[in-house]
């Protein structure tokens, strides 16, 4: 385990190899004809796992929203890999499928504690979840609809639209990294026939959370459906604290959640909750030799009708003993803890003479960059940036993100650093060396491209 319990079993640097070439070495993993015996094969290959991983549960890896998931978790994904029931017929997996269902009517009461008759399914990640998302506003309209996302939308919305056989989505601007609720407004006006906006709550670049309230009645007025990729920020949901960062959320259509961001999952632990549960009986499928029709009239549960695979891992099963453990305030209160310690990374930032904030965090996103940067001609200051980036990863120092954003000359795009904090105990002190050495890096770029021997 990490040195806080929260993780899975660590090497001496969380950080991977220096090289590509390094991290694949002859690991005995292709296809022998003749086995070396379980203990030996086990411990080989996760002692090769584990001195290349980059384990979230070193602070110091921190480029993307992947957690080092609660030891909790980790223990009970071992139990269900060990049962390995399949949630896709009720014979499979009995008490699996009804605890599922109960850990998923919870979800979507948390997401909608008014609506009448709310409900949730189980995914495999956001992608999964915003492509459900427009499977489902396509079905509800019973016709062609035209996505219409923000510049800041998640890779997947475009993915999911190509992928359903629906134009490619119209693309809304945005200002601060959130979608502007006029240009949504002007966009929808200009569309003919029905629409599913995507707005996000929770941005991969940044953090940043969509006005949902605003979007929401812009939808309303325009008759349009509304989706809400809170993949991200969604759990913000479970802290008092937080919860109002978010609002607007129980106004969409549906929602992306994702557990193993905030939530402290194993991958894969997505979710998409709608407000409406007659909406998901566009997955109804029937498979003779899964529910039958004389079964289920027999009162036998249909669970195949609650995805878009057929054999599928009882995810829900972790998620729901760590949320048995910690409760949803016990939750609420780690996701507080990251974005606390997200703030006053950001005021490090703003206090470090050799480094410039973007802005101050939503969420636990810290985008920064080192000034250097800025002092330099036309393009090579993103080359700086990305240069920095692929240094402290070739050393072992840290693994930190990177996204471009428009804050360049007119609005073009500049490329930034990010730390993404889902450490739910580091502190701020485990922090200071990665801004120390992200300056350092940079300044020391600079130096040997000035230098006369570089030159």
């Known amino acids: 385990m990490a040195p806080d319990g929260s993780g899975a079993a660590m090497p ?8 590509p070439e390094s991290s694949a070495p002859a690991t005995g993993a292709g296809l022998p004809l003749r086995g070396v015996g379980a203990e030996r094969a086990l411990e080989e290959l996760s002692t090769l796992l584990a001195a290349g991983a980059a384990d979230p549960a070193d602070p110091a890896c921190a480029a993307h929203l992947h957690c080092p998931p609660l030891a909790v978790a980790v223990a009970a994904d071992v139990v269900a890999s060990a049962l390995n029931p399949s949630v896709d017929s009720w014979d499979q997996a009995p008490v699996a499928g009804e605890l599922e269902r109960q850990f998923t009517a919870g979800i979507a009461r948390l997401c909608y504690p008014s609506a009448e008759r709310p409900d949730a399914v189980v995914t495999s990640g956001g992608t999964e979840s915003n492509l459900l998302g427009l499977l489902l506003a396509r079905e509800r309209s019973g016709t062609a609809i035209r996505p219409v996302c923000g510049e800041n939308s998640h890779h997947s919305v475009a993915r999911a639209a190509w992928l359903l056989g629906l134009p490619a989505p119209v693309v809304v601007a945005c200002a601060d990294d959130r979608m502007l609720p006029a240009a949504l407004a002007d966009a929808l006006t ?17 953090g940043r959370i969509d006005p949902l309230p605003e979007i929401a009645e812009i939808c309303r007025r325009a008759g349009a459906r509304l989706h809400v990729d809170a993949a991200y920020g969604g759990l913000a949901l479970c802290s008092p604290a937080l919860s109002g960062r ?113 802005g101050p965090p939503e969420l636990s996103t810290v985008v920064f960059r080192p000034r250097e940067a800025d002092e330099l001609p036309g393009p090579a200051g993103d080359e700086l940036v990305a240069r920095v980036r692929r240094t402290l990863l070739e050393e072992g120092t840290a693994v930190i993100g990177r996204g471009l954003l428009p804050t360049g000359p007119d609005g073009s795009p500049q490329r930034w650093l990010k730390l993404t904090l889902l450490h739910p105990h580091a502190t701020v002190a485990e922090y200071r060396p990665i801004l120390d050495a992200v300056a350092a890096a940079a300044a020391n770029s600079v130096a040997v491209r000035e230098s006369p021997v570089a030159s």
């Open 12 to 19: 001496a640097s969380g950080l991977p190899s220096p090289r």
């Open 246 to 358: 978010v609002a607007g959320l129980e106004l969409a259509d549906s929602v992306a959640l994702d557990l193993h961001k905030f939530g402290w999952q194993p991958v894969a632990a997505g979710l998409f909750a709608t407000r409406e549960a007659a909406d998901l009986g566009a997955l109804t499928v029937r498979a003779e030799y899964l529910n039958a029709d004389d079964d289920t009239e027999a009162g036998l549960p249909d669970v195949l009708g609650r995805s878009l695979r057929t054999s599928r891992r009882p995810d829900a099963f972790r998620m729901a003993v760590t949320v048995r453990a910690l409760g949803v305030r016990g939750l609420g209160a780690l996701v507080e803890h990251c974005c606390a310690t997200a703030s006053a990374v950001h005021e490090l930032v703003t206090g470090h003479p050799a480094l410039r904030s973007w």
């Open 190 to 206: 200009a569309l003919d026939g029905p629409a599913v906006v995507v707005a996000t709550a929770g941005t991969t670049n940044t």
